[in-house]
């Protein structure tokens, strides 16, 4: 027996997965294309600035860096005009991530351009 979701074997006494808590098939589930990937995310540049934020993702995006942009769909939203400018304040700052691996050298580029 196998969960169709997590894809765990069972043996057949089994009906139903206890991580999932989904019924068992008789099939194995077939294997995703893609592992997802997991990846630790290190906050490395914390701003309201949207000219900084510009700034550093220009940076990253020249070394390769493969970064997130947290809350930033919030500002565009909010900066579109259509509320008015006041809503802007509304708007937390927004948090760039990179990878843990990436974090290091993407300090480093960010600081020394400060
Ligand atoms: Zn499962």
Known sequence: MFCPKCGDEFVPRIR???DCRVPLA????????????FVELVTVLVTRDTGELLIAKSLLEAE??????????LQNLF??????????????PIQLQV???????????LCTNK
């Open 79 to 92: 900066g579109c005009g259509s509320l008015g400018a006041g809503y802007n304040l509304l708007v937390g």
């Open 26 to 37: 008789t099939e194995a589930p077939p294997k995703p294309k893609f592992e997802p990937e």
């Open 64 to 73: 390769g860096i493969r970064y997130l942009a947290k809350g930033e769909g």
């Open 16 to 18: 139903e997965c206890p």
């Open 99 to 109: 990878a843990a691996k990436d974090a290091d050298d993407a300090k480093a580029l």
